[in-house]
């Protein structure tokens, strides 16, 4: 699996939360941010599990 686009949208949405919150724009700022937190531990637990899959498959 390809992780790395969760984590880049994951880094996109925090940055569009960061922009938003320095710009005082608070109704923006929420919903970036925790569509930054959902890709992020969706992309985790995505890896972990492939982790242990992957050592299953080894044994």
Known sequence: MNFSNLLHWAAVFF?????A???GFGTIVGPSLEGAKFL????IIL?????VIGL????
């Not at 940055?15 to 922009?19: E, F, G, K, N």
């Not at 890896?47 to 982790?51: H, K, L, N, Q």
């Open 15 to 19: 940055i569009i939360a960061l922009v």
């Open 21 to 23: 919150a320095f710009l």
């Open 40 to 43: 992020f531990w969706a992309a």
């Open 47 to 51: 890896a972990v599990i492939s982790a």
């Open 56 to 59: 299953v498959r080894k044994s």
